[in-house]
């Protein structure tokens, strides 16, 4: 379904978070990630914000392929309330980060 793992979104709600103290951290892990995991990471926080519906995803990728004029980074820590909009468009699409935000608190 997702290109990019729970995990992976799970470690960018974290740090955008906390964008004050750790936006180096996220841009340098946004930066590492495939050009398809920035897209389904954009289409999650689409789907979160209200922008698309969870059945609409493969229309939310096309329209971030298409629509992209900014670096992925760049345009996703300029988004307020990024933690929150990946939060509900994973819950949306039936899926959750708890469990890895957890483990990755718990490993930090």
């Given at each position: 379904?997702?290109?990019?793992?729970?995990?992976?979104?799970?470690n960018v709600?974290l740090?955008?978070?906390?964008?004050d103290?750790?936006?180096?951290?996220?841009?340098g892990f946004?930066e590492?990630l495939s050009?398809?995991?920035?897209?389904?990471l954009?289409?999650?926080?689409w789907i979160?914000?209200g922008?698309f519906?969870?059945?609409?995803?493969?229309e939310?990728?096309a329209t971030?392929i298409?629509e992209?004029?900014v670096?992925?980074?760049?345009?996703?820590?300029?988004t307020p309330?990024?933690?929150?909009?990946?939060?509900?468009?994973?819950?949306a699409?039936?899926?959750s980060?708890?469990?890895?935000?957890d483990?990755?608190?718990?490993?930090?």
């Open positions: 379904m997702l290109e990019i793992t729970i995990t992976k979104v799970a709600i740090m955008s978070r906390e964008l103290r750790a936006e180096a951290e996220l841009r946004l590492r050009e398809e995991e920035l897209v389904d954009t289409a999650i926080m979160g914000r922008s519906e969870p059945e609409e995803l493969a939310a990728r971030v298409g992209a004029t670096p992925a980074a760049d345009y996703l820590i300029g309330h990024l933690s929150d909009h990946l939060e509900n468009g994973l819950e699409l039936g899926l980060a708890s469990d890895e935000e483990d990755l608190m718990r490993k930090g």
